[in-house]
């Protein structure tokens, strides 16, 4: 039994020295910048943000500003730089705003707001959280009505995954559009965000079908593709809540910290040189 245990215990810490060698983004001279460090950092300044959501190329930037800091950190203990006095006098500096920052976010945070007051923010602000109908669509632009037929032709025997790869194969190799190096994608648009005759054509068409006809425009001729739909809604008042109540106490706090401000004023001895 002892030697079981021993095994699992063995195991286990494998086991997690692998996981936390997996989280090690990069190594400076023997020191560790991990996801959880880079997602830490990032939450300061960008709450709800994490390193995985980044697009490769921000990543990449992150960790190189990270180095650099963990570097021009050492260079300047090096300097000797914690000796002097504008260091001491600027860590002062920086207490005194993490202070009051931490206090006043504290102060926010202990404004209780129920779920009425909540709800009936939502129903006055209804409008706000509505979502109109919408379509997910991609297009070939082409000059002529005849080219537009061509690719039509293409595609009329096409269904579900095989239409969409060809579709977005000629988009890339036909269209003149912008879109075109992106297969013709347009993401979600609501009416009256693209031109009538576009407009009118994708609402009408079902989801994964391909225009029968070209649809002429002022840019040219376009075949189209609805690749989905959503019906108008509202966001449910759960789904906004928390913002709602961030919003109310944020409203709420501005109220209080002003008071308490011209009652801190009027209690101390102020006096102005200049």
Known sequence: MNKLFKTSILGLSIMTS???????????????ITKQDVNTYIGQISPGTTYQSLQEGQQKQLLNYLVE?????????????????????????LKKEAMVSVWMKQMQNDIKIS????????ESQKKNY?????????????????EAKDLIVQLKDLK????????????KEKSTGPSGKDGGDLGWFSKGKMVPEFETASFAMKVGEVTAQ????????HVL????????????????????????????FAK????????????????YTK
């Open 18 to 32: 692998a996981l936390l060698a997996s989280d090690i983004l990069v190594t400076i001279d023997g020191t560790n």
């Open 69 to 93: 800091k963990e570097l021009f950190t050492k260079k300047a203990q090096e300097d000797g730089i914690e000796k002097t006095e504008a260091y001491k006098q600027e860590v002062e500096n």
């Open 115 to 122: 779920d009425d007051e909540a709800k009936k923010v939502y």
């Open 130 to 146: 509505e979502e109109p109908e919408s379509v997910k669509a991609r297009h070939i632009l082409v000059k002529t009505e005849q």
């Open 160 to 171: 579900d995954d095989a239409l969409k790869d060809k579709f977005i194969a000629l988009a």
């Open 214 to 221: 070209p649809v002429k425009t002022q840019f040219g001729y």
């Open 225 to 252: 593709y609805v690749e989905g739909k959503k019906p108008a809604s509202t966001t449910p008042f759960e789904e906004v809540k928390k913002s709602i109540v961030t919003q109310l106490q944020t409203k709420e």
């Open 256 to 271: 209080k910290i002003e008071a308490l401000s011209t009652e801190l004023k009027a209690k101390a001895k102020i006096e």
